[in-house]
């Protein structure tokens, strides 16, 4: 399953933790966290924000601990922030997929583009 969503107005690194810490909650451990900035090519007082998640289940059961959610995150803080979830349903189900939308929507709803 995948989920996009864009904001207006939002700083992509007040993104990047909340969809980190909204995803914490949820029972799964974090596998990798970046974030990168660039200067804009146009205006070198402006920056662009690119951040990747990556969570894994935390089956004790299962050593071989398996990616269930990714998160792109690109944006700045000027313009338009947009994130995409690829989400595995058969590891994290859709009753964490509705908390985790409800979260979301909850902060970010007001800014959320439609």
Known sequence: M??????????PELLYDEIRDFVLKQEVIIGEAKLETYSSPSDSSSFI????LTFKTQDESDKAKKECIRAHIVGSAKGETKVMFDIDEKLFPQEKISALQD???FIFGSYEVK
């Open 2 to 11: 995948q989920i996009r969503k864009t904001y207006k107005g939002v700083s």
């Open 49 to 52: 924000s690119r951040g990747t």
């Open 103 to 105: 979260d979301l929507d």
